[in-house]
């Protein structure tokens, strides 16, 4: 079975194609949403998800979390002293999933269709690809969270042409895509999107204005303060779309602050981020050649488009109101598993093609001449351009720029701006030509990009017939096979905590955690209950286990409403 996985910024999820449809796949705690958090502690043991959140405060420098902003660079995470790097992380988290399908499934899988928000370029996509590598899954193909969110919508049904625009605002991307239906056939027209800007910007600007109002430096915060603090910003972010006011209380010390936030307060301190929303669904517009009120229909996926004032700047800005009848957190997972059912063509699944498209430049290092003999090097010749439908297949004939020269260097690179030096660099090619004078030697060069993100660079020469290939795959840090097997023996060492007692290790966390926030008798009350827990869990009777697990719950549960 493939299934379908939404490796998110905050929560990833995993489904599968059933009977009745796409559903997800609750993970060993039960819950649909596993936070993409790792924790790893002095004995290499590894936490994946909520226990790894709980151990953010209690153990800051063993925890990672937002990784997938930093997918595809070489950004070094240390884990109680043990290096890691964006993707491993990531594997680490795709591990858990896996595991999490086939104790549901009752079968091994072993291949996957991975979600990558469509503005990711060809680094961070080969990042995720190798992530799934290092999780022993076979990635068949990645597919662009709105494309995925489109098809679980299953707008691919509609019997009219139709245009789509799927907004995107997750915890740490935002993704804004513009879709056509055409005749059966699913086409992205334009991408734009921005890696920086999310949910967790929200929550900041909420904390920003509690310190502000109680007239706090965050700098004069302990680490673990700051983590209460954004986990309080978080709590109040969520409930402040359905009330005019939200009161925010936080322990400084041995001090409960509290402060009032109004909803309007809050709406004028996150204009700067609605403003920065702006533009990408500007720039996705002016690339598919649209204006707002060629959109038939608006499309909200990822956690943050529930914030009621982000939904109140859409129905300003398209006067309309954007559908929502999926849950925002589920539906790209979903839409994974449906395009993993087609490629598994199954019967059940309409097959529908799916378009996508490049979401940046793909071009090469060229010197253009300005004047007669003079010339400027450095210049970046696009080949494949921006929102260009892929597969796509371009060719650009180059001449020589030198008297007699013996070769041609084609450096395939990626990128928007007009000097190649700016521009991200793939890889490069070399060609010999005949000598000649300059201008007379060309050679074709040909860039062919697939629905899997692999770019294949043929260059000819045109006197000779001379022919050059190759296939980018990535670049410095692309590994072979055998390095990817010996990075897993190495990431092996590490205990991925059994599942059976996964709800245990949660609830000791979170007691551990609401101990050291707590206070006085609630302390006392707390530090009674956690004993009688670690006291039955030593005993190991089941019975009495559950009963004190149920009973510590509910102690928790009287601070914590989420
Ligand atoms: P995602 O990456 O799609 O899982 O989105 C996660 C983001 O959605 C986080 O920043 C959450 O704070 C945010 N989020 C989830 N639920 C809500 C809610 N009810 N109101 C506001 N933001 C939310």
């Known amino acids: 079975m493939i299934v379908g996985i939404d490796l998110g ?19 060993r705690l039960g819950k649909n949403l596993t936070p993409s958090v790792v924790s790893v502690d002095e004995e290499g043991n590894v936490y994946v998800g909520e226990t790894a959140r709980e151990r953010m405060s209690l153990y800051p420098d063993s925890v990672a979390q937002t990784f ?24 680490l988290v795709l591990r858990a999933l896996k595991e999490d399908a086939e104790a549901f499934l009752g079968e091994e899988v072993t291949e996957a269709v991975i979600s990558v928000p469509a503005y990711f370029d060809d680094k961070r996509r080969k990042a995720t690809k190798r992530a799934g590598e290092l999780a022993g899954l076979k990635v068949e193909r990645m597919i662009s969270e709105p494309t995925a969110a489109a098809v679980a919508y299953g707008l691919y049904d509609k019997t009219q042409d139709t245009r789509f625009l799927v907004f995107d605002l997750g915890g740490g991307t935002f993704d804004v ?33 509690f310190l502000q109002k109680q007239k706090i430096q965050l700098q004069s915060l302990s680490e673990k303060e700051q983590v209460r603090l954004y986990r309080q910003a978080e709590k109040a972010k969520r409930e402040i779309s359905d009330k005019a006011q939200v009161t925010m209380s936080f322990l400084q010390g041995e001090e409960q602050i509290e402060a009032q936030i109004t909803y309007k307060e809050y709406e004028e301190a996150c204009e700067e981020l609605l403003q920065k929303i702006r533009e990408p669904v500007k ?40 559908d929502t009848k999926m849950n925002p957190d589920e539906t790209v997972a979903l839409g994974a598993a449906v395009q993993a059912a087609m490629k598994e063509r199954r019967e059940e699944v309409k097959e529908v093609i799916l378009t996508d498209v490049c979401s940046f430049t793909l071009g ?3 010197s253009v001449e300005y004047e007669e003999g003079l010339f400027e090097t450095g210049r970046f010749c696009p080949i494949i351009e921006r929102n260009t439908v892929i ?4 060719t650009e004939r180059l001449y020589t720029a030198h008297d007699n020269q013996k070769k041609v260097r084609v450096r395939v690179l990626q990128g928007e701006s007009r000097f190649a030096r700016n521009n991200l660099y793939l890889g490069e090619l070399e060609i010999d030509v005949p000598k000649g004078p300059k201008g007379q030697e060309s050679v074709d060069v040909t860039y062919t990009y697939d629905i899997n993100s692999l770019l294949e660079v043929e260059v000819t020469v045109v006197s000779t017939g001379l022919k050059q290939k190759m296939i980018i795959k990535g670049e410095e840090n692309q590994m072979t096979d055998e390095e990817i097997k010996k990075r897993m023996e190495e990431l092996a060492y590490l205990k991925i905590q059994p599942r059976d007692y996964e709800e245990n290790r949660l609830v000791l966390t979170r007691a551990e955690r609401l101990y050291e926030e707590a206070l006085g008798d609630r302390r006392k009350k707390l530090d009674h209950y956690i004993t009688a827990f670690e006291t039955a869990l030593k005993k190991g009777d089941h019975n009495e286990i559950a009963d004190a697990r149920k009973a510590l719950n509910e102690v928790l549960e009287e601070d914590e409403d989420w």
């Open 9 to 27: 910024t905050t929560n990833s999820l995993i489904a599968y194609y059933s009977e009745e449809g796409p559903k997800i796949i609750p993970n």
């Open 364 to 366: 090469t290092e060229v």
């Open 68 to 91: 997938k902003r930093s997918m595809g660079t070489e950004r070094d995470y240390i884990l109680s002293g043990k290096h890691f790097k964006p993707e491993e992380l990531s594997s």
């Open 177 to 209: 895509s513009i879709l056509e239906l055409y005749h059966n056939i699913l086409e992205v027209r334009a991408v734009a999107g921005d890696n920086y800007l999310g949910g967790e910007d929200f929550t900041e600007v909420m904390a920003k204005l």
């Open 283 to 322: 720039k996705s517009l002016a690339d598919a050649g649209l204006k707002l009120n060629d959109i038939d229909e608006v499309l909200l996926i990822g956690g943050a488009t529930r914030l009621s004032l982000v939904r109140d700047f859409l129905i300003r800005l398209f006067r309309k109101f954007p």
């Open 391 to 394: 597969p796509a297949s371009h």
